[in-house]
């Protein structure tokens, strides 16, 4: 499969660049003529640009030679894909703003729980065959998988307790077609209902 026949967000280089990313730039732009590493005409300059990037490709050279620069890779998606294996995404990580899981006969484990998330919305695509996944998020956080179509398989979302203001939310997309999807609070959570 060639680059242009990839789904756009595995396109990495022609990524779209958001609003929150061109401000992120901005704002270390506007740092970085404070400490004196940009001039007023530079400043102009590159801020100009950043407002009318439309991809990252275009915003990574803008802050690549400042100090303290903002490395916009960390951001690219997070691809977990197998076919009879198992993965798991656990422990601490930085989460994305997308996550795309393809599973065959294999199992995805995602533990969002140590993670950090630096997002107020998060994208899961699924593509579920006969494998599964399973997500474990932290309580407080808002999923929804109205975006998930079903065929002969199956979607349970356990994590339905009232969100708290301004967590993220998980916004779970794709598609199951015999295979399963499980989403829950960590295991502490059900035991500390059972002695409530």
């Known amino acids: ?18 609003h929150d990313d061109r401000e ?4 270390r732009l506007r740092e970085a003529a404070g400490d004196g590493q940009l001039d007023l005409a530079e400043l102009e300059e590159r801020l100009e640009s950043a407002f009318a990037a439309k991809t990252y490709a275009e915003l ?12 916009l890779r960390l951001d690219e998606p997070l691809v977990l894909e197998t076919r009879a294996g198992a993965i798991k995404q656990t422990g601490y990580w930085d ?3 997308l996550i795309s899981a393809t599973t065959d006969k294999g199992s995805i484990a995602i533990d969002f729980t140590g993670a950090t ?5 998060v994208a899961l ?4 065959r006969k494998g599964s996944i399973e997500v474990i998020v932290p309580l ?4 929804t998988t109205h975006g998930v179509k079903v065929d002969m398989g199956a979607v349970e ?4 307790t009232q969100p708290a203001p301004g967590s993220p939310v998980l916004q779970v997309t794709g598609e199951v077609t015999k295979g399963s999807v499980q989403i829950r609070y960590p295991r502490w959570w059900k035991r500390r209902q059972r002695r409530a």
């Open 1 to 18: 499969m060639t680059e242009e026949q990839l789904p756009a967000h595995r396109q990495t280089p022609a990524r779209r660049a958001s």
């Open 24 to 27: 992120q730039v901005a704002e």
């Open 60 to 71: 990574v050279p803008l802050t690549a030679d400042l100090s303290g620069a903002v490395d």
């Open 95 to 97: 989460v994305p703003r």
């Open 117 to 121: 998330c630096r997002h107020r919305e």
């Open 125 to 128: 695509e699924l593509d579920v």
């Open 140 to 143: 407080g956080w808002s999923v």
């Open 157 to 160: 979302n356990k994590a339905t």
